[in-house]
Structure formats: structure tokens, C-alpha cells
Nanobody, 117 residues
Framework: QVQLVESGGGLVQPGGSLRLSCAAS????????MGWYRQTPGKPRELVATITSGGSTNSADSVQGRFTISRDNAKNTVYLQMDSLKPEDTAVYYCNLRYSRYGTHYWGQGTQVTVSS
């Protein structure tokens, strides 16, 4: 059973930066993609950014130019560097993993990111 362990959330002032990490373990299958989604109360979970094992990325328009996703395939770890954070980035951020393009989504437990002065 795959396990996703997230770290790096917290409280930051507007304009600040945070780096999220997510490490996958528990499976020997080749990972197709890893990434991040976020959710605020009363709203559906939304894509932040994903990256495939080949390095192809996909990200929400709202974070382009501010957030950078990267991946260490050898460590089965994905990172999200978040710069120029805004209050509207406040959410619970969930790590996501898929073993195939249309396969099951696996989720981490979530990490809170709060952007506030």
C-alpha cells in the first residue's frame, strides 16, 4: 500500500515563500505522476501542479509564475516551491500520486498552508 508523507506547510506572510515536500513509499510500481492539489472549506479539491516521471508539468493558471514543481525520481519525492504567496493560496495542500495516466489517485493526509499577516 502506497504511503505519501507530506511536510513543509505552515504560516507565512503575504509575499513570502514555502516549500512543500512529499515522499512516496510502500510500492515498487513505476510512478506516472506526482503533484499537489489544494482545498478550502466548502470548495472542491483543485489542481495546483503535477509532474510526470518524464518531467512534463501541468499547473493551474493561478499559480503559474509563482509556484514551481519538481521531482526526484530516485527518491520518489515531489516538491512544490511556493513564492510570492497570496492570502488566496491559503488551503490544505494534498500530495497526489498516480501509477498511470488514468489510474487511481492516491492522496496524502494534507498539510495546512496559511498566508496571512
Amino acid at each position: 500500500q502506497v504511503q505519501l508523507v507530506e511536510s513543509g506547510g505552515g504560516l507565512v506572510q503575504p509575499g513570502g515563500s514555502l516549500r512543500l515536500s512529499c515522499a512516496a513509499s510502500g510500492s515498487s510500481f513505476t510512478i506516472y505522476s506526482m503533484g499537489w492539489y489544494r482545498q478550502t472549506p466548502g470548495k472542491p479539491r483543485e489542481l495546483v501542479a503535477t509532474i510526470t516521471s518524464g518531467g512534463s508539468t501541468n499547473s493551474a493558471d493561478s499559480v503559474q509564475g509563482r509556484f514551481t514543481i519538481s521531482r526526484d525520481n530516485a527518491k520518489n519525492t515531489v516538491y512544490l516551491q511556493m513564492d510570492s504567496l497570496k492570502p488566496e493560496d491559503t488551503a490544505v495542500y494534498y500530495c497526489n500520486l498516480r501509477y498511470s495516466r488514468y489510474g487511481t489517485h492516491y492522496w496524502g493526509q494534507g498539510t495546512q498552508v496559511t498566508v496571512s499577516s
